[in-house]
């Protein structure tokens, strides 16, 4: 069973930037999104990265609030997935999720593998 740990976040002011990091203990799964949720909402999509059997990347998916600001990324030899975030907004104060499954999309319902989450707090 693949872990997922995730690490990087805390507080950052408005404008600032942070780096996650979804550390896995396995590479056996071809999809990696980011999700987040913030206090009384729903677990939203922020990203996603799907690669193919020649460890290429086949996919990049962005969420329309993000993108132009946030870079989902990988190391293969470290298993580990990451996620650039800048020009931070308190609107993306939330706790990040990392995810994987055999095939994911955009709905947190078509992952399995969960990590414990990050918190990101971005004052103004």
């Known amino acids: 069973q693949v872990q997922l740990v995730e690490s990087g976040g805390g507080l950052v002011q408005a404008g600032g930037s942070l780096r996650l990091s979804c550390a896995a203990s396995?590479?056996?799964?071809?999809?990696y999104a980011w999700f987040r949720q913030a206090p009384g909402k729903e677990r939203e999509f922020v990203a996603r990265?799907?690669?193919?059997?020649?460890?290429?990347?086949?996919?990049?998916e962005y969420s329309d609030s993000v993108k132009g600001r946030f870079t989902i990324s990988r190391d293969s030899a470290k298993n580990t997935v990451y996620l650039q975030m800048n020009s931070l907004q308190p609107e993306d104060t939330a706790v990040y999720f990392c995810?994987?499954?055999?095939?994911?999309?955009?709905?947190?319902?078509?992952?399995?593998?969960w990590g414990q989450g990050t918190q990101v707090t971005v004052s103004s």
């Open positions: 396995a590479h056996t799964f071809s999809d």
């Open positions: 990265t799907r690669w193919n059997d020649g460890g290429s990347i086949s996919s990049l």
């Open positions: 995810a994987t499954d055999v095939v994911g999309g955009r709905t947190a319902s078509e992952y399995d593998y």
